[in-house]
């Protein structure tokens, strides 16, 4: 089996890495932009078109809103990166909200915002490939036809570029991130120059169509709840943000600084990309609609099941740098390739954060388990196979997903903001230096800012949201909260149940004293070679007593056995047991009960041959029954089952071909690691 996977293994995520090469795998500001970055760069590609297809509910009047929204999404932008500045420097070491709330909050805020976390990871990777899906489709329809497919391709590529390492997937995605970049900000100064100085006039695609409002003449609360709900999606272009926040210990040195200079970039451009986005479209009449079959019209005619809906970025590229142009193919294939790689925020993300609380016992323990390449290889497989489920349920429609995506974005933020608040009261309590304090009361009034927006755009996301699809992510967040905190009493559980008592007269009987007597089993089908060695070491164990035990369903092969047993003068009572039905497991199970019941206070050792084959497939033909008998036996107290390996031919040339691989991973082997170096707590830092 290793050497089926193995070589395949290397193929695809390269040569295992040693531990020592941890700092390595670190990031330069340059790289951790795209890296960590790139889903709320990437949202300006799909954040302004929501916005557009709520307003278009009430009509094309309603559209003169939409540069309000956006001056609206930009404060808030600029405040949750403001406050996650605070955070970056206060607890650098990868809890990220999380650990802000377990540490001021208490471990159910804690485990509310990870689950919240966790939620909006998955949710992450199904918008942003769903997305980047719609935005190819409109070149290649094959991909629009076979959206479901072409998506869980997608995850799938993504998957195997993360299991190669953050520092090899981040340079990989530095480029067409850049590129994205680069196009939107050229895009917007051209469109800006044509607009401005050569007075152009810039129409889209859509520019000549009419929409249909849902619902006309809106007025009073009707367009305020309107208005909330399309700042809500637009809200859209934040997600993400706290991803940074979550990976600073993947940064080179010093960690903070260099985690907030990248916050800062990163929200730079974003606001910069959305708005000018948002007033291109404006600029060029964009028309959208949440059902553009029937509710946009061309010359007084529905467009029908056959229109496929371009995204505004789309439009807007056209309209700029005109169809087809180079410029517009490139940009066109940038934000597609972008969107896919947004989902690496992610694949980043979500294996760190599953590592810590691993650690902190919410999670299995393989989730904090570093694979070949030194990444939490458990949690990327765990991520991509939630998003393929999402992506396969919703059809890979961003448009369905994405109502379920920012409910778990400002829970975290609000959560995080609050716990920020106190871990400042509890500094200011003892810090007497006056520059500290001062430097904390201006953090602490950005944080409060932030708890306030972030609190109130929750209200509002949930307000208008939840019977959109947002009641999905709850119930997400409530099942992860439920399974963390049943894994934890687990753990807790076990740890007790398994702890070493510091008194020893307060350890139990079979912890301490020895058995009376020691029943030695061995297992034995025929006289052969595994057999004569399995005896040998039962012989050397000196037990109490000792006897071969063998199970009739044949009787012709029980007679030989017992034939040959005697001829040969084997010192060791040989005991045969019947069994009517055929079987095996059951009668040595209730054999072996009857010896622990006939005599509690001895110990029952139960003696397997096994062979040692050096092929996968060899696996199927030898020792499926005692498999199945040790894991019956498992379950019966006072038993102990010992298997004795008897190496047949393939092992050794098996053996032979692994030692000609440098590097081999020996079958079995499990590694372990850290989440990070130093993990820092609260008290740690405090500027």
């Known amino acids: 089996m290793s050497k089926l996977t193995d070589v395949p293994k290397r193929i695809l995520i390269g040569r295992a890495l040693r531990s020592d090469r941890l700092g390595e795998t670190l990031l330069p500001k340059r790289i951790a932009l795209p890296v960590f970055a790139s889903d709320p760069l990437s949202s300006v590609a799909y954040a302004p078109g929501e916005v557009l297809l709520v307003l278009s509910v009430a009509g094309v009047s309603a559209y003169h809103f939409s540069p309000w929204i956006a001056v609206a999404v930009v404060v808030l932008m600029f405040t949750v990166v403001a406050s996650y500045r605070q955070n970056v420097h206060a607890y650098p070491s990868g809890g990220g909200d999380y650990e802000v709330a377990n540490t001021n909050l208490g471990p159910k805020a804690g485990l509310t915002v990870a689950s919240a976390l966790l939620v909006d990871y998955v949710l992450t990777v199904a918008v942003s490939i769903s997305s980047g899906i719609e935005n190819l489709g409109s070149a290649i329809p094959f991909v629009v036809e076979h959206k479901v497919l072409c998506a869980s391709a997608v995850i799938l590529l993504l998957t195997l570029m993360n299991l190669r390492g953050v520092r090899e997937s981040g340079t990989l995605f530095a480029i067409p991130t850049y590129v994205f970049v680069a196009g939107v900000f050229i895009m917007i100064a051209w469109g800006a120059f044509r607009g401005l100085v050569l007075d152009d006039t810039m129409r889209s695609p859509t520019a000549d169509y009419e929409i249909e409002p849902e619902h006309g003449g809106l007025a009073g609360f009707a367009i305020v709840f309107l208005l909330l709900r399309a700042f809500s999606s637009g809200c859209a272009a934040l997600t993400g943000v706290e991803a940074i926040s979550n990976g600073v210990p993947a940064f080179r040195r010093p960690k903070s600084k260099n985690a907030g200079n990248t916050l800062a970039m990163m929200g730079l451009l974003a606001v910069t990309m959305f708005c000018g986005i948002i007033a291109l479209a404006a600029a060029t009449d964009v028309r959208m609609s949440e059902n553009p079959a029937t509710d946009l019209f061309h010359n007084g005619v529905p467009l029908g099941a056959d229109y496929v809906q371009h995204p505004v970025i789309s439009q807007v590229a056209e309209a700029v740098f005109g169809e087809g142009s180079f410029l517009f193919v490139v940009l066109a294939a940038a934000t597609a390739l972008v969107l896919f790689l947004a989902a690496n925020t992610a694949y980043n993300g979500f294996p760190l954060l599953g590592s810590i609380l691993a650690q902190d016992r919410y999670l299995p323990r393989q989730l904090h388990t570093r694979g070949d390449r030194l990444a939490f290889s458990n949690g990327i497989v765990l991520l991509a196979g939630a998003a393929m489920l999402l992506v396969f349920v919703y059809d890979a429609d961003s448009t369905r997903l994405i109502q379920l995506y920012i409910v778990g974005v400002f829970v975290s933020f609000t959560l995080s903001q609050i716990g920020m608040v106190r871990h400042w009261n509890r500094h200011l309590a003892t810090e007497r230096d006056q520059a500290k304090r001062r430097r904390m009361i ?18 509002v996301v949930l307000a208008t949201k939840f019977t959109h699809g947002a009641w999905v992510a709850l119930l997400g967040m409530c099942i992860f909260f439920a399974t963390m905190t049943a894994i934890r009493k687990h753990y807790d559980r076990v740890a007790e149940e398994i702890a070493a008592p510091e008194d020893p007269d307060e350890a139990q009987p079979d912890d301490m004293v020895r058995p009376s007597r020691v029943h030695s089993v061995v297992l034995i089908s025929k ?37 040959e047993w005697e001829r040969r003068g084997i010192a060791v009572p040989l005991k045969v047991l019947d069994s009517p039905y055929r079987e095996i497991t059951r009668p040595v199970i209730e054999y072996v009960k009857s010896l622990r019941k006939e005599s509690p206070r001895d110990a029952v050792s139960v003696i397997i041959p096994e062979y040692v084959v050096g092929h996968w497939y060899e696996h199927l033909l030898h020792n499926q029954s005692a498999l199945r008998l040790k894991g019956r036996l498992l379950f019966t107290p006072g038993v102990m089952v010992t298997s004795v390996p008897y190496q047949l031919q393939s092992s050794e040339a098996a053996k032979r071909r692994a030692r000609k691989r440098q590097n081999w991973s020996a079958p079995g082997a499990v590694r372990r690691g850290p989440a990070q170096h130093g993990r820092a707590k609260d008290s740690s830092s405090s500027t």
């Open 442 to 459: 201006r953090s602490r009034a950005i944080n409060t800012f932030g708890a306030f927006f972030t609190g109130l755009v929750l209200v």
């Open 527 to 563: 006289i052969h070679r595994p057999t004569l060695r399995a005896l040998a070491y039962a012989k050397l164990m000196r037990s109490d007593t000792l006897e071969a035990l063998s199970v009739n369903v044949d009787p012709a092969e029980t007679k030989a056995l017992r034939a």
